[in-house]
């Protein structure tokens, strides 16, 4: 009986660490996202209009690396973690290289799609031109993203979270420094062009996730030894056809995946209702930096709490698995609730604190163009849901549930689609007769944009 309570200690400090290490790495990761945006936007010649080109872009970029790279880590993690719980290492190997192998096929495709078909999707859907080179920037980008998601999912699935957490703190300390040095740079051999400094703003991203993937290879030759000598400790395997070691890994990840390209969509029909409805109203400029606002500095600061609190979805889904595989249902309920409880105390004062203060925040972050008080207002009521949306979805995909959070976000982009789509058109003859003209616009518009079925 002793045994079996240090035991259950044992895993729930390996839990509990694991979230304490995520979650401190999300701080440190979006600290230093903040420092990235503070920099760009009060930047001389980049401001509201060079987020909106870099969001704009930013966004059809997310949305194909939904369909590589989204639900691979967790997918992996899942599916590695059962493998392990019952002493199989070799079957976990086995899927990790497979997956490796599938996923960089994907990525490659991906990123030719991006990169040739950049002009077309910058000039017909999002309408905003100088977005092209951002794309393509960005491109070569999903690859590397593809494969090293394998690898984190990898390291997840065997408890290994610290690894995660250090190639993504990487990986954005050199997209920062590399950002800085080589938006000043372009700025000064572009003579300041805005759409320029945008491109190389994303180039920089691309090198940094590159840096990031190589981090993570480097580890991974490390611990070889210590794997191999695992596998040959291998216990219960079961040998699996690479067919169906395939169709199962899309199988977990395809509905993950899923869930993240419809968040995804949402952020797209922001890319293309918001500045062809204020376009309308006013020069091109000027609605590109409305979509600035909300793409650039608000999504910004809502993302804060998010990332911190994802700690939680990313850890629950191993753990949950490895424990459903023990038929462990103590555990599975103890760090379900404890996740849950922790999630509200993160959502609840960064909620109400935004709400208050939100032209404060702007004011002190965003001296040179601190524009967006009442956006950032009615973004930051939707958090408090989200971040239980996001604990609920990592337990529910652990426990191999992974239609129901598909289903329920398919459910809401589908409202906030015909919502959208409905307002954005009909927003302009509402204005026009109310006489306020352009000034209703900005609002209108933005308030479109946002997620108001949450």
């Not at 309920?333 to 996740?339: A, D, I, L, N, V």
Request: proline letters at 2%; a positive charge; charged letters at 15%.
């Amino acid at each position: 009986m002793r045994k079996n309570n240090k035991k259950t200690k044992n895993k729930k400090e390996s839990f509990g660490q694991a979230v304490v290490t995520l979650i401190f790495s999300q701080i440190l990761i979006k600290i230093l996202g903040l420092v990235y945006t503070l920099y760009l936007t009060n930047r001389e010649g980049f401001g509201d209009r060079g987020n909106g080109i870099l969001a704009s872009g930013y966004q059809i970029y997310a949305m194909l690396l939904t369909l590589s790279s989204i639900g691979v880590p967790s997918a992996i993690a899942k599916l590695v973690s059962e493998r392990v719980a019952i002493g199989d290492h070799k079957g976990a190997h086995r899927i990790f290289k497979i997956a490796f192998a599938t996923f960089a096929v994907i990525g490659a495709v991906g990123s030719l799609l991006l990169f040739f078909g950049a002009g077309l999707i910058a000039k017909k859907w999002l309408q905003i031109p100088e977005a092209e080179m951002t794309l393509v920037a960005l491109a070569p980008a999903i690859f590397f993203v593809s494969i090293a998601s394998v690898m984190r999912g990898y390291f997840n699935g065997r408890q290994n979270m610290k690894t995660t957490a250090r190639s993504q703190t990487l990986e954005q300390i050199l997209k920062t420094l590399l950002t800085i040095i080589i938006v000043e740079i372009v700025a000064m051999l572009s003579n300041i062009s805005t759409e320029w400094m945008a491109a190389g703003a994303n180039l920089a991203t691309t090198l940094a996730i590159f840096l990031g993937y190589g981090y993570l290879h480097l580890y991974y030759k490390t611990q070889r030894k210590i794997i191999a000598q695992e596998i040959k400790e291998t216990v219960n395997y079961k040998h699996e056809r690479v067919k169906t070691i395939i169709k199962k890994i899309l199988l977990v990840s395809a509905p993950i995946a899923l869930t993240a390209v419809l968040s995804s969509i949402n952020k797209n029909i922001d890319s293309f209702t918001v500045v062809r409805a204020l376009r309308e109203f006013m020069t091109e400029d000027m609605a590109t930096a409305q979509y600035g606002i909300l793409g650039g500095k608000v999504d910004t600061l809502t993302n804060l709490p998010l990332a911190i609190n994802v700690a939680f979805s990313t850890a629950l889904v191993p753990a949950i698995a490895a424990a459903k595989a023990r038929k462990d249902h103590q555990t599975i309920t103890e760090k379900t609730t404890f996740s849950l409880l922790v999630s509200m105390l993160i959502a609840l004062p960064c909620t109400v604190g935004m709400c208050i203060f939100a032209e404060p925040i702007l004011n002190l972050l965003f001296p040179k163009a601190s524009a967006g008080a009442v956006i950032l207002q009615i973004s930051s009521i939707t958090m408090l849901f989200t971040i239980l949306d996001q604990t609920i979805n990592g337990a529910l995909q652990g426990f191999g549930k992974l239609m129901i959070p598909t289903i329920s976000l398919g459910v809401r982009s589908g409202c906030e689609i015909n919502i959208e789509f409905n307002i954005s058109s009909n927003s302009g003859n509402r204005c026009k007769r109310s006489g306020m003209g352009i000034s209703c616009m900005p609002y209108c518009g933005v308030f479109n944009s946002y997620n108001i079925s949450n």
